[in-house]
Every structure is written in C-alpha cells, then in structure tokens.
C-alpha cells in the first residue's frame, strides 16, 4: 500500500468549515476596502527573482533566507514565488503605467510565500492582504491608512491590538544615524550574537529588531534613529500623530520600530496584540518614497501595509466573532421514481428563486435522508414522495422550529411560503 501523500510543510488547507470563515471575512474585508476608495488589482504569485533583490533589498531576513526561488527548466528565467506583495504591485503599476493620471489607492488579497520555521501564526504559504497607496506624499495618507485598520479592528470587534509607530527619517538621516549606530556596536562586538555579527555591515539597523534577550540592556541604549531626523522628517511624523490624536486612536512611539524591509522610510507601523503568543504582529506598514524610483520609474511617494490574514482570523476567533457556519436554506429529500424527476425540478426552480439549496443526491431510505436534512444545517427540508410529485405538490417541514408544523405547498406557490417561513 503506498504512503498517503501530504500537503507542503507550512502550506495549509483551509477546510470547509474555516474557509467559509474566510469567505465571510474576505466579504467584510471588501466592503472596508471600498469604503476608502481602494480598488483591486491583481497581480501573479510568480516573478522575476531580481523584483525582489532590487525592492526588498539584499540584506533582509526575506531575501537572505526566505525566499522560494527556482530556475524555470523549459527556459532558464530565474523566479520566486512572492514573499510579499508591494514589490509586485509597484512593478505592475510601472508597467502599465497606472500613475499616469494621478495617485492611486490600491489592495489585493492573496497567498505570500516565505521558507520560514512554521509554528503557530507563521507559515510558508499564508495570506495577506495589501493595501497600497501611490503617489500621495502626505501625512495624511498614512494617517488615513492607520484609522482604517482601526475601523477594521472595531468592525470586528476585536480589541488588544496596540499600535506602535516610529518615523525612519530620510536616507541621508538614516545614514548619520548608521554610521553611529556602527561606531556602538563594533565597541561592544563582544555582546552581539551571530546574527547581530552577520549584519553589523550589511543592515545594522535590523538588530535593533533583535528579539535576543541577551542583547536587549545594549540594544535598549543604542542611538535613536529619531534624535537625526531634520525638521520636515519631524514635521511629517509630527502631522500624522496629530490626524491620529484627532480620531482618539493612542499610540506608543517605539523608537526600534524598524521593520523588516529595507523600502520604508519616515512614517512606519506595526498593530500588535498579545494574545497570539510570539506571532503578535497582525498589521505592519509604512511609506515607501523611494521604491518606485528604485524599480525604474519616475519618483512618487507611496504608503502601504499588509495585513496578516492567518493572525487577525487567529485573533476573531479567540475573541468570539467567527461568523456561523453558512447552511443551506433548504434540503430537498424525495423517494420513488417520479419524485425523482420532479426534485430536479423543485431545486432549480427554489434556485430561481434565490435559494441556496441542497438537493439529496445518491439516494437511501427516506429516514437516512431526513437525517441528512438536518446535518446539512438547513432551516427547512422540502420532501417529495411520488403522490406529491403527481400533485405537483411538496410537503414543507420546518427543521429548526419546533413550533411550526410541516405542510403540504403547491410548487408554483413554494417559494413564497419559503419566503415566509424564513424571513417572517
Ligand atoms: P515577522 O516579524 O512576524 O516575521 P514580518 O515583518 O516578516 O513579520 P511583514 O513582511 O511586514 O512581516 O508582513 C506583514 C504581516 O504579514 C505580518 O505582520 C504578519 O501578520 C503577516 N506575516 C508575515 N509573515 C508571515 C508568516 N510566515 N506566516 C503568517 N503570517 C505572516
Ligand atoms: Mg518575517
């Protein structure tokens, strides 16, 4: 007998129990991207491997280690399966030059890809969805884009989550601040650990992000990239805070905030909560002025986040709000050979009507079906024996309510009282 074969380390299956949660969130999710102007775009999972060296930067955990990247056997293109989705929405805007008549709010929603250690709340396949405003230089598109999440987190009821931001200043800020940061480190060399040694030169900044608690007394006193910020980085940082205050959303400014990309600049952010145990992060985000410049376009200033679906449907559910299972309004049970025929008949037409219907297909006794019939969830069975289907008639029985009893409908008027029966 040969092995059952398994899904993919780290790649999931969302059954149908979950993924009709997911669909139920994804149907809120739209509604909240249209009620800010986002519209959709679509982009494939698949692109060129240099997308991501030359948007996310070289020296990050993603292009160092996480990337799921293959040489195409039939013709030698060099491809990864995308670890996050800015890079590829910001190449797609370019090559359909969609900034052509001003800035554009954009989302998608979809499955990243990253070869990391899977554990509860990280995955290799995982979702998320993209939020990507290009073109606005502002503080208040960023300001915008953090009461969204707000009004995401409220819609569905979940609290604990904390926002945490912190300004990355300019390249020319960044760069003081670098130097700086290189001169704390290399005299206490002794105190960093392997992987703060492997970037001391490469991205010095990331091991502020260290989570080693060996190293926290150092990091905690290290330079803070805020105190080199000039005054139009401080101005920018200023007017979003004071959107943020005006819309009584608190705050904490967290000065080793840096995130994992290299893209950002000025504004970042980061929503996290502490009931996910280590894989707190359910948002993070910030502007990216100089990306589109970097993958070859005319310079514009953008502002995104991503959200991590995995996480926030973690947190929805441990917080109560999973959405009820979606049954079916009717079960169609029928016996005998002209009941048969006349079912088919009954369901398209409930269909017609507007009804989600579950037909009882593969046949058995009518006590199996009716057992079905109430598995299935659905509030209201329609049974057909072969004198009502002569009659051209159904008997209607109430599954749920004890109170109501079943009768017999004639099948031209069997959607109104269906209608009746559910929604009076
Ligand atoms: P982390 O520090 O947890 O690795 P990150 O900085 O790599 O996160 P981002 O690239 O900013 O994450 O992605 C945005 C969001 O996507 C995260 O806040 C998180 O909610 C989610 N996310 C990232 N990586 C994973 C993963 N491997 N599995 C599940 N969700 C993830
Ligand atoms: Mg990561």
Redesign the pocket.
Known sequence: MSQTLQAVR?MNDILPEEAEQWEEFEDMLRDWLRAYAYRPIRMPLVEPTPLFARAIGAAT??VEK?MYSFIDSLNGEELTLR??GTAGCVRAVLQHNLLYDGPKRLCYLGP?F?H?R?QK????Q???VGVEALGFAGPDIDAEQILMCQRLWDDLGLTDIRLEINSLGQVEERSRHRADLLAYFEERSELLDGDAKRRLHSNPLRIL?SKNPAMQEMVEAAPKLIEYLGEESLAHFAGVQALLKDAGIPCRINPRLV???DYYNLTVF??VTDRLGS?G?????GRYDGLIAQLGGKPQPACG????????LALWREQGGAAPRIAPDVYVVHQGEQAYRFAFRVAEGLRDSGFAVQLHCGGGSFKAQMKRADASGAALAVIIGDIEAAANEVSLKPLRDESKQQRRVAFDQLAEAIGELLFD
Not at 121 to 124: E, L
Not at 281 to 285: H, M, S
Not at 305 to 312: D, P, Q
């Open positions: 780290g955990d993603i996480e670890p996050e990243m990253r990391e899977p709340g990280r995955y290799r995982f979702h998320q992000d995130r994992g990309l980061e929503w894989q992060t359910v948002c993070a985000g986040f991503a959200l991590g679906i995995e996480r926030l």
